[in-house]
């Protein structure tokens, strides 16, 4: 390992390299900083063997990009990609942004908003279930945000023109783009072609018995999972040194598993507790539950098996919408499918908490609290309870089950929440008025 040989002056260099590399998998001259790609073409060398050693991630430096393709053990949809305004991409942003790549590969060194919006849309009318009508404003605005998820990562340059004018009316609008190749071909470089493919199984690594191979894995898991839960799936402690040393986090070690501890936010791409009133809310929920389950005394102690991992269920959404008259059966590649779900997590039990206690708790959490909430969310308790079990699902403290949810081991260390609320003053002409906000603090 690269990273045992670097001098200690330098390790917290390397390790924001490698901490980099693994939160960004495309690093350009200005995705997600400018001062990324300069720190990770100093340590390309031995950043690129340590990734395979041991991940078995293969990493591409260049001039202008440095680009990192991880091998995928599982399907995980708590990183999808978002617009500028952080909403989460659906089918139709997905379908124009592979459409725009593709139309990018094929354009030259400049190219307007229009002129790309006709490729995708002609090439759009040759898949069964996609369409781009620039007529339609809900077409135009989703086809903006798949141009703007490519603009932040530097695949186009906007150099004249504005693209809101465009969505806004395309009559009177226009926006012109400097296209960068190597982002484009960096972008998207699939494995395999779907064409060849009868299900998203087939993207997976496929295990195997050999001990390497094994190890490799649990260090993905770690790198990867908010929670790695054993016994099955803890890396031994040499691989869990090798993680520690490469990344320069925390290890947080118990019976049932464990987990990185990201306490700076340097490499989580959720960070919890957060701001926010979602975050303050499944904050609060945490704790609630983690003294729920914890009471000795509590009537209710039901406990169920739970799936923790989710990629069956995302496996069946995905194959779903393969178009199948898009396959190819001469081309078809059918590898061994994986066992994507751990034997060992079948059979554990958690405890169990009920929607109706769900209800009543974030009911009591919005009576206490809702003056500090976001506007959206006061009259809401019903999405805000919906998000708050969204955010701890991901983050792998709770998993839904019929009826509720069950509590996961990793929820007992925000047992114990304190919550004080500040009074601030409020920039009214009237000095009586105040407004409030919520702290949470954790054990």
């Known amino acids: 390992m690269r990273a045992r040989t670097i001098p200690s002056l330098a390790l917290d260099s390397y390790q924001r390299a490698a901490r980099v ?24 060398t031995e950043l690129r063997e340590d990734m395979l050693d041991l991940f078995g ?3 591409e430096v260049t001039e202008t990009t440095a680009r990192l393709y991880p091998v995928l053990d599982r399907l995980d949809a ?78 186009i340059t906007l150099a004249d023109g504005d693209a809101g004018g465009w969505a806004h009316n395309p009559d009177a609008g226009e926006a012109l783009y400097d296209i960068d190749r190597s982002v484009v071909v960096a972008l998207f470089r699939p ?16 295990p195997t018995d050999d001990p390497a191979d094994r190890a490799r894995r649990a260090r993905r898991a770690l790198v990867e999972q908010p929670v790695v839960h054993g016994p099955d799936s803890v890396p031994d402690d040499r691989s869990v040194e090798d993680v520690r040393l490469l990344t320069g986090l925390s290890v947080e070690r118990r019976a049932e598993g464990i987990a990185l501890i990201d306490t700076s936010g340097r490499l989580s791409d959720i960070r919890f507790p957060s701001t926010g009133t979602v975050a303050q809310v499944a904050l609060l929920l945490a704790g609630e539950i983690a ?18 991992d989710p990629t069956d269920a995302l496996l069946a959404a995905l194959d779903s919408a393969i178009p199948d008259g898009g396959v190819v059966d ?36 919005v009576d206490a609290y809702g003056r ?8 809401d308790r019903a999405g805000v309870r919906a998000a708050a079990v969204a955010l701890l699902t991901n983050l792998t403290l709770v998993a839904p089950v019929r009826g509720g949810i069950v509590a996961l081991p990793a929820l007992a260390r925000y047992r114990g929440v304190v919550v004080t609320v500040r009074e601030q003053a409020s920039a009214s002409l009237f000095p009586t008025d105040h407004t409030s906000t919520l702290e949470e603090h954790t054990p």
Do not use: C, M
């Not at 790309?116 to 007529?135: F, K, M, P």
């Not at 059918?334 to 039990?349: G, H, L, M, Y």
């Open 330 to 365: 001469d081309l078809v590649d059918d590898p061994v499918v994986p066992d994507t779900v751990e034997a060992s997590n079948e059979k554990i039990r958690h405890p169990f908490v009920a929607d109706s206690w769900l209800d009543e708790t974030v009911g009591a959490l």
């Open 191 to 206: 494995p395999r072609a779907l064409q060849h493919l009868r299900s998203t199984a087939h993207l997976l690594h496929s």
């Open 21 to 44: 590399v693994l939160s960004h998998h495309l690093i350009t001259r200005t995705y997600p900083d400018r001062i990324a790609l300069p720190l990770v073409r100093r340590w390309a």
């Open 372 to 379: 500090t909430f976001a506007a959206q969310w006061q009259a």
């Open 57 to 59: 991630y293969r990493l």
């Open 291 to 308: 003294e729920r389950v914890l009471d000795p005394d509590a009537d209710d102690r039901t406990t169920l098996e739970a799936d923790i």
């Open 78 to 155: 708590s990183r999808p990609a978002r617009t500028t305004s952080d909403r989460v991409f659906d089918r139709r942003r997905y379908a124009f942004l592979a459409l725009t790549l593709a139309a990018l590969g094929r354009a030259g060194d400049q190219i307007t908003l229009s002129e790309l919006a006709v490729q995708v849309a002609s090439d759009a009318g040759r898949v069964i279930g996609v369409d781009l009508d620039t007529e339609r404003a809900t077409d135009r605005d989703a086809f903006v945000d798949a141009v703007g998820w490519l603009s932040v990562r530097g695949a």
